[in-house]
């Protein structure tokens, strides 16, 4: 059964810096594009960042430029999404999603997978 399971969530003073992961079991994350969303109560669902696992192609929401970045690890099948210069804005449930298609997708509607979320809380 293929199933994406984040982690690294938590709390974190602006300014500041956190981590969050995405594994993958199930499936393997080459032939897909990986995808982190992120949803603030009572806003919809924003993408922020996703990667093409095969050519490496990664994009950005104009909210995280420059601050976030995404990356992946092969042997580990593993997504990561790295915030730097967190804001009280960042706050969300930060969601892992994948499709098996070639080009990069911003929009939550073409992706099979999903995790359950990890909280991130920043704090002012």
């Known amino acids: 059964q293929e199933q994406l399971v984040e982690s690294g969530g938590g709390p974190v003073q602006a300014g500041g810096s956190l981590r969050v992961s995405c594994a993958a079991s199930?499936?393997?994350?080459?032939?897909?594009?990986t995808g982190w969303f992120r949803q603030a109560p009572g806003k919809e669902r924003e993408f922020v960042a996703a990667i093409n696992w095969n050519s490496g192609i990664k994009k950005y929401g104009d909210s995280v430029k420059g601050r976030f970045t995404i990356s992946r690890d092969n042997a580990k099948n593993t997504v990561y999404l790295q915030m730097n210069s967190l804001e009280p804005e960042d706050t969300a449930v930060y969601y892992c999603?994948?499709?098996?298609?070639?080009?990069?997708?911003?929009?939550?509607?073409?992706?099979?997978?999903w995790g359950q979320g990890t909280q991130v809380t920043v704090s002012s």
């Open positions: 199930g499936l393997t994350f080459s032939n897909y594009v």
């Open positions: 999603a994948a499709v098996r298609v070639t080009g990069i997708r911003t929009t939550e509607g073409p992706y099979d997978y």
